[in-house]
């Protein structure tokens, strides 16, 4: 068996995408011993990589069973990693976001959030996560392979691409027209000021004094949306 957790979520998305039988793999993820599992992801490059992978990889194995609906989806404790059931939300809004409330614009943390998840989660909230995360939705960002010692390349890739594709400029009337996930999750992203730094960081685009706007999400199923 497998002993690298990374390992194991890097070669479950690669079975997913590839349209094979992942139960093996999920039963290596189950008989995970928890501790150990905490003790391996010893820093946030481990947790974020394990935790993305998990993420997309799961999404696509539940909706591809037609058992859940839209919003059921998220809450459905379906996924056994080291013997504990986790839910899409525990995983996004617990772990990667370090137990913010789902529907708190990242101001208010979840303060019924289970001990096990505190012991999982992130020491600090990467904003870019958002666009490392794929619901299986139009306007989501696309799929991709997060490695440990990679991560923060990847992840700067996947910011600026998801950007670039999703933003319209309008310099004559100071506009921009972007995701609406930096409205969902706006202090995530550190509100308005922290938008706009993003945008000088990641585009090298200043936006100082540009309206934004926010475009309707797409929530039309696109499963399968890897990069190739």
Not at 1 to 10: A, C, F, L, R, V
Not at 143 to 168: D, M, P, R, V, W
Request: proline letters at 2%; aromatic letters at 14%; one cysteine or more.
């Amino acid at each position: 068996m497998t002993e690298n957790p990374n390992k194991i979520s890097e070669v479950l998305l690669l079975a997913v995408k590839m349209q094979q039988d992942t139960s093996d793999l999920q039963e290596q993820l189950e008989k995970l011993d928890l501790d150990t599992l905490i003790q391996l992801l010893n820093n946030d490059d481990q947790r974020k990589a394990f935790w993305i992978n998990n993420y997309n990889a799961f999404y696509q194995i539940l909706a591809s069973t037609k058992k859940f609906g839209k919003k059921e989806i998220y809450k459905v404790k379906r996924i056994n990693i080291g013997g504990e059931k986790f839910s899409l939300d525990d995983i996004e809004h617990g772990i990667l976001r370090k137990f913010r409330y789902k529907y708190s614009l990242g101001l208010f943390p979840n303060l019924w959030t289970r001990g096990v998840i505190k012991k999982l989660a992130v020491d600090h909230l990467d904003y870019r996560i958002h666009f490392a995360l794929n619901c299986g939705a139009k306007s989501c960002p696309p799929i991709a392979f997060y490695n440990s010692e990679k991560i923060n390349a990847q992840l700067n890739l996947a910011t600026q691409s998801f950007l670039e594709g999703e933003t319209k400029f309008d310099d004559k009337n100071k506009t921009i027209h972007t995701t609406a996930l930096f409205q969902w999750f706006k202090f995530d992203f550190g509100g308005e000021k922290g938008i706009r730094k993003i945008y000088q960081e990641q585009l090298n685009r200043d936006i100082t004094d540009y309206k934004i706007n926010y475009n309707p999400y797409s929530w039309e199923t696109e499963l399968g949306a890897f990069i190739e």
